[in-house]
Every structure is written in C-alpha cells, then in structure tokens.
C-alpha cells in the first residue's frame, strides 16, 4: 500500500477546492495541534500543513483518517452542510438505477460520509471483478445467497449473515443461486455517482 502521504499537487480546478480550510478549522474545532493531528494520521507536520494552505491535495485514505481523528465526516470536510437533507427516506421516493447488471436503491440520504443502498445482484453478473477501493464496507443479505471472496478467503453467506471489511481488501460479490440475491450495502467513502461507488477501481482476474 502506498504511503498515507501520497497526494496531489494543487492546479487548476483542484478536486477538492473548499477542505484546505476546512482541515485547519475542523483540526482546531477537536483542540489538536498539528504535531499532534499529523503524528494521529501517519502524516508529517509539513505535508499536513500543505494540506491545510492548499498546497497539496489530500488523497481519499487521508481525508477518511483525518475525518475519524476529527470526529467529523469526510462531507463536513469538504465544506457540506446538511441544510435541506432529509433524514427519512421513503421506498415510494427509491428510483432504481441499472449498473452494470445490477440494480442499485438510495436507501440514505447524499451527501453523506456514508452511503446506504440496497442492491439487486443477478446470478452470473460482475462474478469476476476485484474491487478495492479506500473506506470500510458493510453488507447484509436481505434474499437469496452471497458468494463473497475476501482476499484469500471465500465465504457464502446467507439471508440474515452480514460481513464488515476494510474495502482495501480485494473483494467479490457474486451471486450463488441462479434467482440472484439482494443486498443492503453501507460504504464509508466520498459520495460519488453510485456505480462507481460500488464498482470502484477493478481488475479482471479469473476467480
């Protein structure tokens, strides 16, 4: 895994324009000095106050590791309020949306440092994609059974199992059963377009 330091030099429409003064602020807010916040996130002072002046951009397991030392969300990080954000979510109000075979409800609301769905997999689709991506991820088979490899491990889980893991982790999701399975699926990542929140990077191997 590459150093918790890697990250990207301001330019021109940076990724993140608004977190350099959120950092500092958030960093002050949780009475943390910036030896003591950098040492906390594996960082060196100087590239945490880089950060801070918007000299470099923060890379995505940055921006999680400082959201959990601050007690904040990687959205307040980026300078996202909560104004008009509904706390209930109603099945009438679930729009699907078809991603790569698969089918995928909003079950929480955007904007969020997490984001909840609920996910419909057919037998045979994305059996063969890797999926690492930074954040933690937490599942449960609502019907149907899951195949779910995890590194080296291979694990089949039923309805009512869950599984709780460091989304670095390569992992597959594939259904056992030719009627498909459905899943309730919470990530702990930056909000994205939902395939590539759940698809993330991959890589095709053979399982």
């Known amino acids: 895994?590459?150093?918790?330091?890697?990250?990207?030099?301001?330019?021109?429409?940076?990724?993140?324009?608004?977190?350099?003064?959120?950092?500092?602020?958030?960093?002050?807010?949780?009475s943390l000095t910036l030896e003591a916040a950098a040492r906390e996130?594996?960082?060196?002072?100087?590239?945490l106050s880089r950060l801070e002046t918007g000299q470099r951009q923060p890379s995505l397991p940055v921006l999680l590791s400082l959201a959990r030392i601050y007690g904040t969300t990687v959205s307040e990080l980026l300078g996202e309020t909560a104004a008009g954000r509904d706390a209930v979510?109603?099945?009438?109000?679930?729009?699907?949306?078809?991603?790569?075979?698969?089918?995928?409800?909003q079950?929480?609301?955007?904007?969020?440092?997490?984001?909840?769905?609920?996910?419909?997999?057919?037998?045979?689709?994305?059996?063969?994609?890797?999926?690492?991506?930074?954040g933690e991820e937490w599942l449960y088979v609502l019907k149907g059974r899951l195949r779910l490899r995890l590194g080296d491990g291979l694990?089949?889980?039923?309805?009512?199992?869950?599984?709780?893991?460091?989304?670095?982790?390569?992992?597959?999701?594939?259904?056992?059963?030719?009627?498909g399975l459905e899943l309730l699926f919470v990530h702990t990542l930056?909000?994205?377009p939902t395939a590539t929140l759940c698809l993330g990077p991959t890589s095709e191997e053979a399982p």
Do not use: K, N
């Not at 990207?8 to 602020?25: K, Y």
């Not at 996130?41 to 590239?47: M, Q």
């Not at 979510?89 to 409800?105: H, K, L, N, Q, V």
């Open 89 to 105: 979510i109603r099945a009438a109000g679930m729009e699907p949306t078809a991603a790569g075979g698969w089918t995928y409800w």
């Open 155 to 179: 694990h089949r889980l039923g309805p009512g199992d869950s599984a709780h893991f460091d989304s670095l982790t390569p992992h597959r999701i594939a259904a056992e059963d030719p009627d």
């Open 190 to 192: 930056l909000q994205s």
């Open 107 to 134: 079950a929480g609301a955007s904007g969020r440092g997490m984001q909840a769905l609920r996910v419909r997999v057919p037998y045979g689709s994305q059996g063969d994609i890797v999926r690492v991506h930074p």
């Open 1 to 30: 895994m590459s150093s918790p330091e890697t990250g990207r030099p301001a330019g021109p429409a940076a990724a993140f324009p608004a977190v350099a003064p959120q950092l500092r602020a958030l960093r002050r807010r949780a």
């Open 41 to 47: 996130a594996g960082l060196s002072p100087a590239h």
